[in-house]
């Protein structure tokens, strides 16, 4: 008889093409064989080429959402999305650590989509730093981190100033040096995940779907390297699947 599965729950939008948020975030889920629980935190109008409206969940409709799931069940792992603002960010954050101190929390910093549609900008570092204390992984590229500093412009000194408040994952997507290698900055040590391949097809939502896996990862009880080095396989995996931008989930 099969063990009971660990819960997860991703906090993220509703994308109708299934390739980004809590759909692309439950099929990961589900190929990981964690039982994934999902909080809409808005719904969108897309296709994987095309952005065309967002309309967002109100935040005390989110938590009371969020009340009902962590009272009820022990979650392991969270997966945050895209949200408005920080301090949309914060309640939910501060909200799933008060009822559930040891779940672990990755957020997915999509701060804008492909076609340039801005979700949240990131403007007071105060609230920022007092988020990240709390979060333990980010997962930005090497566009999206540079909008969390006003001042610096070098990504690795933003990973590293960073990761004094929690780990961060340096997406190689964008890595204009070389493609495909992450880094992690655990604030005590630096990771180098180099890809098994680089011949891969550009997909639609393979930041929510890398970060989704390591989330499903973390609740399998993998340490934040392990986690990290098996999510970038399964992305590969991803990215491999066929040559248009929407991937097909398999292990």
Not at 138 to 155: A, H, R, W
């Amino acid at each position: 008889m099969q063990e009971s599965r660990p819960f997860v729950l991703t906090i993220a939008g509703f994308d109708p093409s299934g390739g980004a948020g809590v759909l692309a975030d439950a099929k990961t889920f589900e190929q990981h064989h964690v039982y994934g629980f999902a909080v809409n935190t808005g719904n969108t109008i897309q296709t994987e080429n095309e952005f065309f409206e967002m309309q967002w969940t109100d935040i005390d409709f989110v938590l009371k959402s969020l009340d009902k799931l962590l009272q009820k069940y022990t979650i392991k792992a969270v997966k945050i999305g895209i949200v408005p603002s920080l301090d949309y960010l914060k309640e939910i954050v501060s909200l799933v650590k008060k009822l559930s101190p040891k779940t672990k929390i990755v957020w997915d910093t999509v701060l804008k989509s492909s076609s340039e549609f801005n979700f949240i900008t990131i403007e007071n570092q105060a609230i920022l730093i007092e988020i990240l204390k709390k979060i333990d992984l980010i997962t930005p590229n090497y566009n999206e981190i540079l909008q969390f500093s006003s001042v610096e412009k070098n990504p690795v000194l933003i990973a590293l100033e960073l990761s004094k408040y929690c780990s961060t994952l340096l997406k190689g997507g964008h890595n204009p040096f070389a493609v495909g290698i992450d880094y992690l900055y655990t604030g005590n040590e630096i990771f180098r995940l180099a890809p098994n391949n680089t011949l891969v097809f550009e997909k639609h939502g393979s930041g929510c779907v890398l970060s989704s896996a390591i989330t499903a990862n973390l609740a399998l009880g993998q340490d934040l390297k392990t986690a990290c080095t098996n999510a970038k396989k399964y992305i590969e995996t991803y990215l491999e699947s066929n040559q248009t931008k929407l991937g097909y989930h398999h292990v």
